[in-house]
Each structure stands twice: as structure tokens, then as C-alpha cells.
């Protein structure tokens, strides 16, 4: 029992060990690291799916991050290295996908649907107007009269 105890409070300190991993990078100079943690910034972490490379804590995003450093301090191009992201993970790591026609429908959606949504609210509104009021007969107009008078 005092085994179990130890190893479930060894598991306990080791824990939060884990989650702090930081990356440790050489970088030539101060403006290629601010570009890499940029570039890191634009990818989708393809484990995650909804960090991106610097915020996710997942195995692959740090090798990810590693090799965004080592091609950003090889002089690589911003292209070059989204690029090679691209053409290993799919247009899917970008978080902001390329307009092309495979997106334009991710694209266009939001705005295709706000413009539906218009054409049904201005249709309601126009319907709405166009219903005439009935008109009250005179059986229902002496009725009316003798309740106001009844009220006041």
C-alpha cells in the first residue's frame, strides 16, 4: 500500500514537470526568433487541431516548433517554410487557409449565408406588410363600443 502511495504521489510531482516544456533555441540574431515564433503562431498544430504551434504542449508541435527554427535560421523564406508545412500536413495546418477553389466554399460561406438570412428576414418584413387588417363588421363594432363604454 505505501508503494501505490508513493508512486501515485510520484506521478503527482512529476505532472506539472511535464506541461512546462520549453523550447530551447539558439537563434542567430533576435529578429529570426520573433519570425519563427510568428511563423509558429500561423500553424496549426495537426494533433491539436485548435492551437496553434507555440500554444500546443502536444509531441509534435515541439518537433514542428524545432523545425520552424531550424528553417528560419537557415535563412529559409516565410514561403518557403509554409510551403514545406503545406505540402507534409495539407492546407489544413494553415489558420488561415489560402482562397483556392478546395476553400472557397469555407470562404464564401459566412457570406453566403448572412446574404440568405437578409433575403428571408426582408421577405417576413415585406409578407408582413401586405396582410391586410380585416375590417370589423357592424356587429363587432357596436360590441367594441359597448365595452369602451363599459371601461370608461
Not at 88 to 101: A, C, I, M
Not at 119 to 147: F, G, N
Request: proline content about 5%; glycine content about 2%; overall charge positive.
Amino acid at each position: 500500500m505505501r508503494l501505490v502511495c508513493r508512486l501515485i504521489l510520484l506521478m503527482l510531482v512529476a505532472l506539472p514537470l511535464r506541461a512546462d516544456i520549453v523550447d530551447t533555441w539558439q537563434f542567430k540574431n533576435p529578429e529570426n526568433q520573433q519570425r519563427a515564433i510568428s511563423l509558429a503562431k500561423q500553424l496549426r498544430c495537426p494533433q491539436c487541431q485548435n492551437q496553434n504551434l507555440v500554444e500546443s504542449t502536444s509531441p509534435i508541435a515541439h518537433d514542428l516548433r524545432l523545425e520552424v527554427y531550424r528553417m528560419v535560421d537557415e535563412g529559409k523564406s516565410d514561403e518557403q517554410i509554409v510551403s514545406f508545412m503545406t505540402q507534409r500536413f495539407g492546407d489544413f495546418v494553415l489558420y488561415k487557409p489560402r482562397f483556392n477553389s478546395q476553400t472557397a466554399l469555407l470562404w464564401c460561406s459566412p457570406l453566403v449565408l448572412m446574404l440568405f438570412g437578409l433575403l428571408i428576414i426582408w421577405r417576413y418584413v415585406k409578407k408582413r406588410r401586405q396582410l391586410p387588417t380585416p375590417a370589423l363588421t357592424e356587429e363587432q363594432k357596436r360590441q367594441l363600443d359597448k365595452w369602451l363604454e363599459k371601461k370608461s
